[in-house]
């Protein structure tokens, strides 16, 4: 059986972000993460395309190295700019009057040559639901006796030419394009969030630094999605003003230790430096708290005001993921806003537990979905020079003993040598 091997690619605002990993006795083990900071990125547009070529060149082959096999193909995420959404109903006669994945496969196949707006490109097809004589369920028939299956289907759709442009950044570099996956439907997909809303609405914020993306899931189905052109920047920015201090450190200190709420803050000093005339400065809890305190409460406003009519809609929760979900204050906050339940989500996979990579797993779950309904298994890496490896290492070790492995593995560290990552 062929090794069901994938790897996804992110092209975040402020950096570029790549899982590879392997499916294997139906769990998929990560077998390396990259990121690396990139320049060249404003609000999804791309302003400086070689830089972004180079940062995605630089992790594409850093995994690769470490894979031992080149990476040929990838799944791409797409922001969610200019979403909509056709929910559709697709009815395909069965091929041998009972259900198989085949049929499904026939019915994405009729939903995608849907015609859809000029400026938009179809970027997920979504089986929602399948209606069998009659009987209707989220899960597909399979083996049922019928002449017809009836396939709900959501199109979701996303902004055509920042498509055309990522997609044209990879081929350029010589990476074909497994699949496109949006990216808020492959956080929805890796957190669950779609079973979640079977009595309640979720909001989902991805919170950035550029941006922010809002999502509405509800009755199983992603409904809408939103961006304010304002994230994590917005407060970043206001320190980096008063205290000149690198975007690295404004960074870690909003993050991890700032209070909201300024009574909680306290007078001693969090961060210590010397200014460019050499001066030695030191900046307390509370100083930072009250610098960014009315700037947090304008971002927090304007998500509160973006979310407010499905609040007063119903039964709702919110979720945060990305940069966001690293700040306790800010959830805290949000919470004390809107008056919901929330939570940061961040995923359980060995490996990949990082907020921000919570997309990239998404997309891989959602693909191999559609192997298991298509049976076209294309690993992302080149399997001849993977299966090579494999096999050289095998015969490497062949008619080793354990404890003959472990006195090789101690004279190589006395040797200085180094050990395969």
């Not at 992603?222 to 690295?248: A, E, S, T």
């Not at 307390?284 to 609040?311: F, G, H, M, Q």
């Not at 490996?351 to 990239?360: E, F, M, N, V």
């Not at 294309?378 to 490497?396: G, R, W, Y």
Request: net charge negative; charged share 25%; with cysteine.
């Amino acid at each position: 059986m062929a090794k069901e091997i994938y790897g996804a690619l992110e092209i975040a605002d402020r950096e570029i972000r790549l899982i590879i990993g392997e499916y294997y006795n139906t769990r998929f083990n990560i077998i390396r993460v990259e990121r690396t900071y990139c320049e060249g990125i404003s609000e999804f547009v791309i302003t400086n395309k070689d830089k972004v070529k180079e940062a995605i060149d630089k992790v594409v082959k850093k995994a690769s190295k470490i894979v031992g096999a080149e990476i040929e193909r990838l799944l791409l995420l797409i922001p969610a700019v200019n979403f909509k959404r056709y929910p559709l109903k697709v009815a395909v006669r069965t091929q041998s009057g009972v259900v198989n994945k085949g049929d499904v496969a026939n019915a994405i196949a009729k939903a995608m040559n849907t015609s859809v707006d000029r400026n938009i490109l179809i970027i997920n097809a979504v089986c929602v639901k399948y209606t069998c004589n009659g009987i209707t369920s989220r899960r597909i028939p399979e083996r049922e006796v019928a002449d017809e299956l009836i396939v709900d289907i959501d199109l979701l759709c996303a902004d055509k030419s920042i498509t055309f442009e990522y997609v044209s950044m990879l081929e350029e570099l010589g990476i074909q394009i497994m699949d496109i996956s949006l990216d808020m439907y492959a956080v929805c997909k890796e957190a669950a969030l779609f079973e979640q809303t079977v009595n309640q609405n979720i909001i989902l914020l991805k919170v950035d630094y550029q941006t922010t993306s809002l999502a509405l899931i509800s009755k199983g189905k992603l409904v809408n999605c939103d961006i304010l052109y304002d994230g994590l920047n917005y407060i970043i920015n206001v320190v980096g003003n008063k205290y000149h201090l690198p975007f690295g450190v404004i960074d870690r200190l909003v993050k991890y230790n700032t209070h909201f709420d300024l009574n909680d803050s306290s007078n001693n000093s969090i961060f210590a430096w010397k200014n460019s005339e050499g001066e030695s400065r030191t900046i307390t809890e509370l100083e930072l708290s009250s610098t960014i305190k009315n700037a947090v409460e304008e971002y927090v406003n304007k998500i509160k005001d973006a979310c407010e009519p499905i609040l007063e809609s119903g039964d709702t929760a919110i979720v945060v993921v990305n940069e966001g979900a690293k700040m306790n204050s800010l959830i805290d906050l949000i919470h004390d806003k809107t008056n919901v339940y929330i939570k940061a989500y961040h995923p359980e996979t060995l490996g990949a537990r990082d907020s921000s990579l919570t997309a990239l797993l998404g997309s891989i779950y959602g693909f191999h979905d559609l192997v298991n309904i298509n049976g076209n298994i294309t690993a992302s890496i080149n399997l001849l020079q993977f299966n090579e490896l494999v096999d050289h290492k095998t015969t490497d070790t062949e008619g080793e003993t354990l404890t003959t492995r472990i006195k090789n593995l101690f004279d190589s560290r006395n040797r200085g040598g180094k050990l395969d990552e």
